[in-house]
Every structure is written in C-alpha cells, then in structure tokens.
C-alpha cells in the first residue's frame, strides 16, 4: 500500500471518530444556536460531506461546500470567487495542517458565535444562511508562510476619481501612493505617504488587513473587506477613506 494511501486512510478514521461524536454529543444544539440555526440534521450531514472531502482529499467536492468569494487568510487576506479557481488551488488552501485539524475537531471543540462556526480553533469557518446554501465553507485561516518578499504590493484600490495603492518597500516600510483620475499612474503620483501601520481586525471569517497612513488632520485608511451589516456593491475589494485639511471625510469603495 502507497503511503499516501495510508495517510488517507488515517484520516478517514479520524473523520469517522469525530462524526460519530458530532451526532452523539447534545451541546451540538446548543452551538448551532449561537450559530443562528437549529438544523441538527443539516449540520450533521454537511459536517459527514465536508470530513469526507478533506480526508480523500476531493478538490471537486470541496468546491462544492465551499460559499464565494471564499476569504483565504495567509500572510495577508486573498478571495477566491468561483469553484475552478478553488479546485486548481485547493492543495494550498486545504493543506495537510489544516486538513487534520479540522478532521480532529469534536463537537466540544467546536466554536460557535454569530459568524458561523469554527473548526480547528477557528481554522476553517462555516458560514450559516437561508436557502439552498445552508451551510457552507465560508474562510479558511492558514498559518503565515514564511519568506514573504521584501518588496510586494498589499493591496490596490481602483475607485471612482482616483487610483491607489499599497505596498511594502525592501526596508519593510509601508507606503501609500495614489493618483487622481485621468492622471496617468507613470507620472508622478498626486499624493505619496510613508510610513504606515497594519492591523488586522475582526475574528474568525471576519479577519481582514487594515492599513493607515498619516497623522493629524491629513489621514488615510485604507481597509479590506471584512463583515458588514449591509452587503457591499457587487466586484468590490475595500474601503478607502481619506481626511484632508478644509475637505469633508471621503469613502470610496475600492474595486
């Protein structure tokens, strides 16, 4: 027998003790509650699929359960918006790691809150809907892989009226630079600040990278998506929100 066809087989066992825990243990009820549902058999039967999937593992299926944009939370946040695109990276986004901590997940390890439910101590999120898409996978939080480069563009911000972006230089500095529409992003641009902060804010699929720039009564913050009351117009990335000197407080969305 191959070894890799050993590994799978331990994962399977593993995904079969846990099931069988999740359909035994009477706190489920109580955590799909703080969840927001009360669909026992539901959870159970999309808990089975998804146990399944990770231990074969099985890129289409996986697709299949997962919500888009999927959010992938690794040295910084990407999404991933239909199923062909998961499916080519789903060895990066469902690694080994991950595969077995959610496979060893029970029902008293499971985190339930508003935002959907947690396995591998929030590794991978679960969220809860309406509709044909009761549950589904809704981020997936991997440990930062080491040797970012030491210079990388963070994030980019095309909104109405201006165009900008985020980067780190090779010293680690952060900058932001953006330029006003139709002024040609080869020249010079508009406005230029260094240095800045990162944070990330938000827990569990919430988790998302804010960036800030500036002090005083000139500031810039520029902000992935994360969870938001109201849903966001259809293609955007962010927001970007700039206080100038004599002008009101702009937001634009960022697409």
């Known amino acids: ?22 359909a035994q243990d009477g706190a489920l009820g109580a955590c799909l509650a703080r969840a927001g549902t009360t669909d026992e058999a539901a959870f159970v039967a999309f808990d089975h699929e998804l146990r399944s999937a990770l231990a ?17 939370n690794q040295n910084g946040t990407t999404s991933i918006h239909d199923a062909r695109t998961l499916s080519e990276r789903a060895t990066r986004v469902f690694p080994p790691a991950l595969r077995t901590k959610v496979l060893a997940t029970a029902t008293k390890d499971l985190v339930c809150t508003s935002n959907g439910i947690g396995y591998g101590s929030g590794a991978l999120w679960v969220g809860v809907a309406d509709g044909p898409l009761r549950f589904a996978i809704q981020a997936v939080n ?25 980067d780190r230089g090779a010293s680690g500095t952060l900058r932001y630079r953006a ?11 508009d406005v230029e600040l260094t240095p800045g902060q990162e944070d990330m804010e938000g827990t569990g699929p919430c988790v998302h ?3 800030r720039f500036g002090s005083g009564r000139r500031r810039v913050e520029v902000r992935e998506l994360g969870c ?22 702009a937001r634009l969305w960022c697409y």
């Open 1 to 22: 027998m191959r070894f890799w066809q050993i590994i799978g087989l331990a994962l399977v066992s593993v995904s079969i003790g846990a099931n069988t825990s999740l």
């Open 56 to 72: 074969a593992p099985d890129p289409a299926i996986l697709a299949l359960l997962a919500a888009y944009p999927l959010r992938v």
């Open 142 to 166: 991997l440990d930062d892989a080491p040797g970012e480069p030491a210079e990388s563009v963070l994030f980019v911000c095309r909104a109405d009226g201006l165009r900008a972006l985020v």
């Open 179 to 189: 330029w006003t529409r139709p002024r040609p992003a080869t020249e010079r641009p």
């Open 209 to 211: 990278r804010v960036w």
């Open 228 to 249: 938001l009351e109201s849903a966001p117009p259809a293609g955007s990335l962010g927001l970007l929100a700039v206080e100038t000197p004599g002008a009101k407080r």
